[in-house]
């Protein structure tokens, strides 16, 4: 049986870091893999998750089974911090999963069980795993335009055009914020037109809301996300925790599904749970327990809001120094738009080969297809990119 098995596509991010790992050059920057780091380029334990898992420590008593959906008190505090009081509370069936990932998959097959002949939109590009899966799970899927690679920003009239042919019934996969990987993000005025032709068409909007807190705000990176379940009668939302409290690992993340009818919520929380069960039963408990101490915790709350918005205005900071940079370099305001861009990622929108040169000739890793983390850089190492960018002529 295992001697029939056939080698599995390389993971693309992965082979740069080993890549990267083994480049002996002392100057090499990696601005691959999807993760934040610090000036120090450590992906610190955040203070009030720190302080949260000690409080754990203390007061546990059991690391018995929670339930299918997870710890109800998880998920009341994630709805809180996304929906806020965007829809009734009773139109929203939760259940957690193993990280972001693990919503977006218990999403797709929930579409795949309730509704096999949809069609997945997805932006192209999008975050590759989404295409994966769906490949994986052999559901129909196809690609909406999305980011003009003239201006590097939403190429917003393609998306309309090629959403407008979809059919009642087909999902719309949307980053609620921070677009993975271009950087690039619709406005609130484009976010409305997009609600309109979910109604008109009767398109279901999937929202992947990855990065909340690292755009423009904790409370603005959820405003896209409240608009569209707001104004459209259903609405999957696949969550993570992992960047926005650093807890990669604990594979955190929640799957809300929310109903046109509070009647529907119950069967449709079943469902949820029946997925988790099939898939791997209990989700994990241990990034969700400390998630929902912080949410639920007035000092807690507080602290991880400071040290996410110093992340986020960090970020923010890294990117005016690189387009200020590359300004003053390349003579030009064609490198602009990575200050306009949000999130951790920005696509420069260059070709392969570039990237490979910035890669052999200056030690610069990013992805092939242009994206750069911009945790990866600190002050330092900004004016290096920005130099390598411009010898290279891109
Ligand atoms: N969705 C997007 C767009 C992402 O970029 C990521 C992480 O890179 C995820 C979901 C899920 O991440 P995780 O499964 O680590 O929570």
């Known amino acids: 049986m295992l001697s029939n098995l056939k080698q599995q596509p390389a993971d693309k991010i992965l082979a740069l870091m080993a890549m990267y790992r083994d480049d002996p050059r002392p100057t090499k920057i990696d601005l691959g893999v999807g993760v934040y780091k610090n000036a120090e380029g450590v992906t610190p334990v955040m203070r009030a998750v720190k302080a949260a898992e000690r409080r754990l420590v203390e007061t546990q008593t059991s690391k018995s089974y929670v339930g299918l959906a997870g710890d109800p008190a998880y998920g009341d505090a994630m709805i809180g911090l996304i929906l806020a009081d965007a829809v009734a509370r009773d139109r929203i069936a939760a259940a957690a999963t193993p990280g972001g990932t693990g919503a977006v998959r218990q999403a797709f097959e929930l579409i795949r069980n309730t509704s096999p002949e949809a069609t997945v939109w997805v932006s192209n590009p999008t975050w590759p795993n989404h295409v994966s899966i769906l490949n994986y799970l052999g559901m129909n899927h196809t690609a909406y335009r999305y980011f003009d690679s003239e201006t590097r920003g939403v190429d917003f009239d393609g998306m309309i055009e090629d959403l407008a042919a979809a059919k009642a019934g087909d999902v719309?996969?949307?980053?609620?914020c921070?677009?993975?990987p271009t950087g690039?993000?619709?406005?609130?005025?484009?976010w409305q037109a997009v609600v309109d032709l979910l109604?008109?068409?009767?398109?279901?909007?999937?929202i992947d809301i990855a990065y909340q807190g690292f755009g423009d705000g904790l409370e603005q990176d959820g405003a896209a996300t409240r608009l569209v379940t707001s104004s459209v009668p259903e609405t999957l939302i696949a969550a993570s925790c992992s960047?926005?409290?650093g807890v990669y690992r604990e594979r955190t993340g929640l799957l809300m599904a929310v109903s046109q009818e509070a009647g529907n919520t119950a069967v449709t929380q079943g469902n949820l749970n029946h997925l988790n069960r099939q898939n791997f039963s209990f989700p994990p408990d241990h990034g969700a327990r400390v998630v929902s101490t912080i949410l639920t915790d007035d000092a807690l709350r507080a602290d991880w809001m400071a040290e996410l918005e110093d992340t986020r205005l960090g970020m923010l900071a890294l990117r005016e120094q690189l387009a200020g940079e590359l300004q003053r370099l390349s003579g030009s305001d064609r490198f602009g738009f990575l200050a306009q861009h949000r999130g951790m990622f920005s696509q420069l929108g260059t070709t392969p080969e570039m990237?490979?040169?910035?890669?052999a000739e200056h030690g610069i890793y990013m992805v092939s297809d242009s994206r750069l983390n911009i945790a990866g850089l600190n002050a330092h190492t900004v004016p290096v990119l920005a130099k390598a960018i411009v010898d290279v002529g891109i």
């Not at 109604?199 to 999937?206: Q, S």
């Open 243 to 245: 960047k926005n409290f």
């Open 184 to 190: 690039a993000n619709l406005n609130l005025t484009q």
């Open 178 to 180: 921070c677009h993975n």
């Open 355 to 359: 990237v490979e040169r910035l890669r």
């Open 172 to 176: 719309v996969l949307l980053h609620g």
């Open 199 to 206: 109604n008109e068409k009767g398109l279901i909007p999937m």
